[in-house]
């Protein structure tokens, strides 16, 4: 295991993430709305989707992430009210990680900004594709529609294992109390 680094497109937001391997996390491609409007909301949507609309992801513990630099531009918003957590880096508007809750250990780290050496080895392959209903046309990797058992059980041990293990704390993310460290927005439907 060794560790990577990642940060937002300007250099202002930077960070470390702790003993990467394919066994810390699942590496995924998510084609939901939700992650789409994500990007949409932030700009540039062609640098952080697939062509079709695909997010490419590694799911790690919040613990196994730190943020070295930049913290006070982290921001949050949220695309429904009790939705996903969405994390940006306002400097430049680049995603950063995506959580469902604080007691959840399971943070989503968008591929594209994570840097080292062995980087592909060390975030390992896709294991699964999901939400393809939700994708634009029909991408090749020919993902569930939804979530197949498969990976939904492979993400309910994960978490079932990272929270034995106490692994959403500490979290550059939330505070102590389990509040996001920037207030959380709903972005506008209109965006």
Known sequence: MTDLTFQCECGQLTGLLVNASPTL???LIC?????QRFARYLGHEEKWLDEWGGTDIYQVPPA????????????????KNKGIYRFYANCCRTPIANIPRYKIPLAGIPTRIIHGENK???????????MGSFANGSPPSQPHPKFSVGALM?????????KLKGSNTPTPFFTPDGKAVSPPEKIADKD
């Open 25 to 27: 996390g699942n590496h």
């Open 31 to 35: 084609y939901c709305d939700d992650c």
């Open 64 to 79: 196994n992430i730190h943020i070295d630099s930049g913290a006070e531009n982290l921001r949050c918003v949220r695309v």
């Open 120 to 130: 592909e080895a060390l975030v390992g392959p896709v294991t699964y594709t999901v």
């Open 154 to 162: 492979k993400v309910l041990i994960f978490v079932l294992k990272k």
